[in-house]
């Protein structure tokens, strides 16, 4: 196993890390990447799925028997796990990091015109603000206020969906463990364990990766013909521009790539948004009362883990076959 | 506790030592890098080192309903 240590402590003083473990056929051509905590909070999730995994004998067998590698990456945000947050320490979304920070052209423009009804200065949001909230849903569709949203922006760093302004520690982490474990390799599949959108305990799979029709075939062939791409404007994610997954071209670029987020549904959007929208105000209003952090945390958890049995054993049957699926699928054919 | 609860953590500190205890489970070595750390203007520097990785203490209470309380937008 390996760890990243992150140089900040978590809500507890514990240490914050990334750990990484190789399992199967270790020297194989193929590599399964499967990633927890990308967005902080959603980690509860993934580590469960991660955790289940590596008690699973008869799975791990299956590993080595197709002649696959498969690495567990833990936490790739371990400051937002730790603290409830989706963001990192600075505020940024890691699914929005991976970009060409070189490119000056405006990320998302659309969202200025959203910061300021998300980011009140008041908490909780007074009528006004949400008949300011339901206006823009109705001026722009949900459709374009989702993607204005959440498509990821550069322009307000305490905003929501904020991509940053360099490559940050879990960039960089995530990178050298690519080139790490994924140099050599022929064939890479990436599973990246999400939550916070879709029916409540329905594993979404959204393909990720580049525009590539070849690609996107092979993720289905994989996965199956429920592989939502945003790029055909099926997913219920909006297309994100500088998402994790896009790294494994620069990092791997000898390998045929397979990617998709798997995506278990919490809370219903507006829980979810509500939730976010309070978690960055909370940021900017470090002076709340200790009721209101506490409901902000609290909401948090609750929009992006549900802690009731049902939930949790859609969750693990879903990983486990999205898991031995791409194994089989990344098989010497 | 059951198996399937077993697999999920209270907070960030639980997850990772039940994570760490799977990976010992099957025999599996821990190394510890230590990346970046912050200078006093923000500058990266790089240290590594092995280590290994210990538990926090504490965790989040009980999931209430607090969140159907919590305004909703």
Redesign the interface.
Known sequence: ???????LK????????T?T???GAKEAPALLVVTSGTHGVE??CG??????L??DDDL?KRFEAAGVAVL?V??VN?HG??H?RRVNEDNVDMNRNFRDFADSRELNPAYAQVHDLLLPAEW??TDAN?AG?FGAIGKMGMPAFQSAVSAGQGSHKDGLFYCGSEAT?SN??IRSLLKKHGTGRKRIGWIDIHTGLGPRGHGEKIFAGANDAAELARAKAFWGADIMSYYEGKSASAEVQGSMVMSIYAECPQAEVTGMGLEFGT?PF??V???L??DHWLAIHREAPPATR??????M???FYI?A?DW??MV?GQSRTAVLQGVLGLAER | MD???G???A???E??A???A??K??G???????????GAQGEGTVVSQR?T??????S?P???T??SR????
């Open positions: 196993m390996a760890t990243d240590l992150n140089p978590g809500a507890q003083g514990e240490e914050l890390a750990d473990v190789l399992l980690g509860f580590s469960g799925c991660q955790r289940a590596l008690d791990v567990l833990h936490a371990p796990f730790s409830l909780p949001p949400r909230i520690w960089r982490t809370v507006e829980a948004l509500g939730a929208r309070g506490d409901a902000i945390r609290r909401a958890r609750d929009a802690d049995d949790k054993g693990l | 198996k399937t609860n697999c999920f953590a907070n960030y500190a997850a990772r039940g994570f760490l799977g990976a489970h099957r599996l070595e821990v190394v510890t890098d230590l990346n970046p750390l912050k280590t990785p210990r538990r926090g203490p504490g989040w009980a999931q209430s607090a969140a919590w305004p909703p937008t």
